[in-house]
């Protein structure tokens, strides 16, 4: 008679698929996490590029929108990006910003907030030679002037504008250099995601000249 597996080695056997399992499931879970904090970092600096392109291409958005109105005039004052470090930062905006003629009044507009991937915080941002030490949290906006890929940042200093309030530009329509952090032209701005744990982190790093890549730290 033919003989069969005894209960031990189907118990083995078991155990063996059962550690096997363990292990795949456990390094497509921390893959998982890496990707999913990654997939944030590329996203952001995609949306770094859309305005900066925008900007670059003076996008005013489509005809009979408020920044372009049918038989009106209006000048773009730029595209911007705003994002603040902290713990329960888990989202940032972008839109754009035109003025009006003659009262130089500005408004927003193709405004929209992107939210991160569940779990995950804008955690640090950084320029040198100052960043916002642990425990602070440090808003930013990100400007791109219209025509041209150079790019402003403005800091907490500054007194942020609102995404419904804008207040880049004085009543002459001239921009505030004086809102423009003070660092060096050559400072990079560095901002990191990060999961809960603090374990997985990318960087989307700025240079001012308009460059923006990702960097794992």
């Not at 009106?72 to 911007?80: I, P, R, S």
């Not at 470090?85 to 992107?114: K, N, W």
């Not at 995601?193 to 460059?211: F, H, M």
Request: with cysteine.
């Amino acid at each position: 008679m033919p003989k069969g597996f005894s209960l031990i080695e189907l118990m083995i056997v078991v155990s063996l698929f059962g550690v096997a399992a363990s292990l795949v499931t456990a390094s497509y879970l921390n893959f998982e996490k890496n990707q999913r904090v990654k997939n944030a970092a590329s996203t952001l600096k995609n949306e770094v590029r859309l305005i900066q392109n925008k900007a670059a291409t003076g996008d005013k958005g489509p005809r009979g929108t408020v920044c372009n109105p049918s038989g009106g005039t209006t000048t773009l004052g730029g595209w911007y990006l705003k994002i603040q470090s902290g713990a329960s930062q888990t989202s940032y905006s972008i839109g754009g910003v035109c003025i009006a003629p003659v009262t130089f009044l500005e408004t927003s507009f193709e405004r929209r907030t992107i939210t991160l991937p569940r779990d995950l915080i804008v955690n640090k941002i950084t320029y040198t030679p100052v960043s916002d030490p642990p425990g602070q949290t440090l808003p930013m906006v990100i400007f791109f002037r219209p025509l041209s890929s150079q790019v402003s940042f403005l800091n907490a200093a500054s007194a942020l504008p609102s995404d419904t309030a804008p207040d880049f530009f004085d009543d002459s329509g001239v921009f505030f250099a004086n809102k423009v952090i003070n660092p060096p032209p050559s400072s990079t701005v560095k901002i990191e995601l990060a999961d809960a744990t603090l374990s997985r982190k990318y960087q989307v790093a700025i240079e001012p000249t308009g460059e923006v890549n990702e960097i794992k730290p």
